[in-house]
């Protein structure tokens, strides 16, 4: 935009500034940007215009990460499910922006600690399409905590897997879904033991959650992706109750089985 026009709009709205400083106020700088639109070329207007769309769910998160303030342990400690959600999201996203926090793992120990807290982790970390954090390997020390809490960690990664799973099983029959229908299709249904009330789609959700079980490889997680195949085989073991209460038909099992095949190497 400065090649184009020779300076910028943040530069127009300082000459506005400097203008009514020693004469009457007549320009409104603040809203110069509006004006600016109005007498750009079409053309330019169009890339300006489809390149703040683009950014957007950018922008807003790096607005958010302004905003954090992390979680006292103290409301960790005594939150229910509902309330550990907005917990664990102020939590990921002070991790996104400064993934050495020393601090923000201290709550995130604590929050791990208790199943409620737990949960609304992956429903935080799996499913925020804003967050760019899960998309990567995780940082060492998350990792590290993640291995470390090994009393819910492993069977809701298990859980999510499977879920996840089964849902882009169904998505795939609709080749033409977009990528809102995923996420529309993400929310419906009973998601009680995994991601509830998760914004991304389920393919977000196995990639993300596929990427914490590589990066941990513990022989916990192990453990229990062996047993949810063994109760997909033989319809008993830990997972049985789990399978069936979730009502997954022969097809989405297939699939799961053969994708456990592909982590415990079956």
């Not at 509006?34 to 750009?40: E, G, L, P, R, V």
């Not at 923000?104 to 399409?129: N, P, Q």
């Not at 470390?148 to 169904?170: F, G, K």
Request: a positive charge; one cysteine or more; proline letters at 4%.
């Amino acid at each position: 935009m400065e090649r184009v026009f020779g300076f910028s709009c943040l530069s127009h709205c300082w000459i506005a500034h400097s203008y009514n400083r020693v004469r009457r106020p007549c320009i409104n700088y603040s809203s110069f940007q509006c004006k600016f639109f109005k007498s750009t070329p079409e053309s330019t207007q169009g890339h300006i215009q489809s390149r703040n769309k683009a950014t957007k769910h950018r922008q807003r998160a790096t607005c958010l990460r302004a905003q954090v303030k992390l979680p006292q342990i103290g409301e960790v400690q005594t939150a229910n499910f509902d309330q550990c959600i907005p917990l664990a999201r102020k939590i990921c996203f002070r991790l996104q922006e400064e993934p050495q926090d020393e601090e923000a793992y201290k709550v995130l120990k604590e929050l791990l600690s208790r199943e409620e807290g737990a949960r609304a982790f992956f429903v935080e970390y799996l499913s925020d399409y804003e967050l760019s954090l899960p998309d990567k390997k995780p940082p060492f020390k998350l990792e590290k905590l993640l291995k470390d809490c090994d009393a819910y960690v492993p069977n809701l990664l298990a859980r999510n897997l499977a879920m996840s799973v089964a849902r882009e099983v169904d998505l795939a029959k609709d080749f033409g879904g977009t990528e809102k229908e995923q996420r529309e299709s993400s929310l419906s249904g009973n998601w009680t033991d995994n991601v509830e009330d998760g914004h991304g789609g389920p393919t977000m959700v196995k990639e993300r959650t596929s990427l914490l079980i590589d990066s941990i490889a513990s022989s916990e997680i192990a453990r229990e992706l062996v047993a949810m195949w063994f109760s997909i085989r033989s319809r008993k073991g830990k997972y049985a109750h789990f399978l069936e209460r979730q009502n997954f038909r022969k097809d989405q099992l297939d699939v799961l089985q053969r994708t456990l095949e592909m982590f415990i190497g079956a």
